[in-house]
């Protein structure tokens, strides 16, 4: 069994409990706004472009056979046009100025890389977490990636946005210990408008999960100006109560913007400033105040 990944993070102390390591596959069926993993966004490896690491050595020209890499004062330029994605120039930049992201492993040359920190979860009561992108857009690869990882009994967790089949998810809350769910708007036009998809199915979704006894963390991404009304907050303390499910709040921050041009991607246009402290604060002290659990705790 295969999948496609473009990142494997360790020691990650922020996507469940404990220590952990979280697997992060490609794939996302959302565009939100605000990304800063547009490479999570299509299944496929691509090729990522970053000038000013170019050393001029010109390896990646003399090895593309398809004219694709051009060298420019300013560092190479990809004519994505021509690229056929094989890697061969990526290989040989010593500078990772060419870089690919993405790329196809087995299920058990991941759960081989997870094993290595066993020792930390056993005494922190961490484990693995599935990310993405949308971990469950590859179904297949994150199940068995998930029944890997009980059979060797470590807690499992999934980062997921719920916006994929019912099905998905049902299998995937046999072999989970935790859902981080994202919640990026309640206001299904608001969803729309900032992530490109509505959020009928993703809070269905929601509300099945919660039934079938699965235990549930709603993540929040706080987008000033977006989703950060007392409307919102109250909003989101319903459905926290309705689901008895914790929230965490996750501050909006302008990194990653850099990866669109990388990729080629046209980035979505979009304008928000970063949440004072104090801001969100305030949220999370309304979120109690009403009786809504945070996590972590």
């Not at 081989?112 to 297949?140: A, C, I, N």
């Not at 009304?229 to 909006?252: F, H, K, Q, R, W």
């Amino acid at each position: 069994m295969t999948g496609i990944i473009f990142d494997i993070k360790r020691f990650a102390v922020h996507d469940g409990p404990g220590i952990r390591t979280t697997v992060f596959l490609k794939g996302c069926p959302l565009r939100c706004r605000w990304c800063h993993n547009p490479e999570s966004w299509v299944t496929e490896p691509q090729l990522a472009c970053f000038p000013r690491q170019c050393i001029g050595c010109e390896a990646c020209i003399r090895t593309c056979e398809h004219g694709a890499v051009q060298l420019t004062e300013w560092g190479p330029r990809i004519n994505r046009e021509l690229c056929v994605v094989c890697g061969a120039c990526a290989e040989a930049c010593v500078a990772e100025a060419l870089v690919i992201e993405g790329r196809e492993v087995t299920a058990e040359e991941v759960i081989d890389e997870v094993l290595r920190d066993r020792t930390f979860y056993e005494t922190s009561g961490g484990g693995m977490t599935l990310s993405g992108g949308e971990p469950l857009m590859q179904p297949r690869f994150a199940l068995e990636l998930l029944r890997l990882a009980r059979d060797e009994g470590l807690h499992t967790a999934v980062d997921t946005s719920g916006a994929v089949p019912w099905q998905t998810l049902e299998q995937a809350a046999e072999l989970t210990d935790l859902f981080l769910y994202d919640v990026k708007a309640l206001d299904p036009e608001r969803h729309r408008a900032m992530t490109g998809s509505g959020n009928e199915k993703i809070l269905a979704n929601l509300r099945r999960l919660a039934d079938s006894g699965a235990e549930i963390v709603l993540r929040v991404p706080l987008i000033p100006g977006h989703n950060d009304s007392p409307a919102e907050v109250d909003g989101l303390a319903e459905l926290a109560l309705e689901i008895d499910a914790p929230v965490e709040l996750l501050p909006y921050h302008r990194l990653g913007g850099g990866k669109f041009a990388a990729l080629g991607i046209t980035r979505p246009e979009f304008e928000a400033n970063e949440p004072e402290d104090e801001h969100v604060e305030a949220l999370r002290e309304r979120l109690r105040d009403a009786g809504v659990g945070q996590w972590p705790d």
